[in-house]
T-cell receptor
Framework: ETGVTQSPTHLIKTRGQQVTLRCSSQSGHNTVSWYQQALGQGPQFIFQYYREEENGRGNFPPRFSGLQFPNYSSELNVNALELDDSALYLC?????????????FGQGTRLTVV | SQELEQSPQSLIVQEGKNLTINCTSSKTLYGLYWYKQKYGEGLIFLMMLQKGGEEKSHEKITAKLDEKKQQSSLHITASQPSHAGIYLCGADQPGNQFYFGTGTSLTVIP
């Protein structure tokens, strides 16, 4: 067990709706990264938060946004959901912003958009 | 953006056999990571390589980094059913971005 908890584990939403996914980081970690993993593909980097600031972003549209809280837990928000947003969303926590040194991953949230 | 190509895409081996998975980068590697994923679950960190020529081992898994070739290999000795899963390489890129490889699905037949 990594100590990184994601909620909910599964979620079904309708196209056009908004969704919030949550991630609690491992104790002592100040960096959280979010990834989208479509079925049969490798994870795609969405963005990273370091000490409550967005610290890096992948090729995702602005309707993907996030927050990091003072306790370093994080949220991923997706607006105007599209069918292609259906995927496993993974968060990872680590202790440094510049490296994914021993990043620990949560079990993921499986989002289905219908 | 960086591309990490893994080969083979999938692998089926008999228990006890050795195997190698390769990860080739289209850009300079600043750090190369190997992860294992069981279907639909989170990723488990295996090891990280930072310097050319670096080699690390954990139990029966050994990873090497060839910086000049922009390539890393993951070698499993005497495979076991517990080694089954999807192996992903990942790499840091400037701008605090991180890219994963295309993945290699490993099946170990008892």
């Amino acid at each position: 067990e990594t100590g990184v908890t994601q909620s909910p584990t599964h979620l079904i939403k309708t196209r056009g709706q908004q969704v919030t996914l949550r991630c609690s980081s491992q104790s002592g970690h100040n960096t959280v990264s979010w990834y989208q993993q479509a079925l049969g593909q490798g994870p795609q980097f969405i963005f990273q938060y370091y000490r409550e600031e967005e610290n890096g972003r992948g090729n995702f549209p602005p309707r993907f946004s996030g927050l990091q809280f003072p306790n370093y837990s994080s949220e991923l928000n997706v607006n105007a959901l599209e069918l292609d947003d259906s995927a496993l969303y993974l968060c990872a926590s680590s202790s440094e912003a510049t490296l994914n040194t021993e990043a620990f991953f949560g079990q993921g949230t499986r989002l289905t958009v219908v | 953006s960086q591309e990490l190509e893994q080969s083979p895409q999938s692998l089926i081996v008999q228990e006890g056999k050795n195997l190698t998975i390769n990860c080739t980068s289209s850009k300079t590697l600043y750090g190369l990571y190997w992860y294992k994923q069981k279907y639909g679950e989170g990723l488990i960190f295996l090891m990280m390589l930072q310097k050319g020529g670096e080699e690390k081992s954990h139990e029966k898994i050994t990873a090497k980094l060839d910086e000049k070739k922009q390539q890393s290999s993951l070698h499993i000795t005497a495979s076991q059913p517990s080694h089954a899963g999807i192996y992903l390489c990942g790499a840091d890129q400037p701008g605090n971005q991180f890219y994963f490889g295309t993945g290699t699905s490993l099946t170990v037949i008892p």
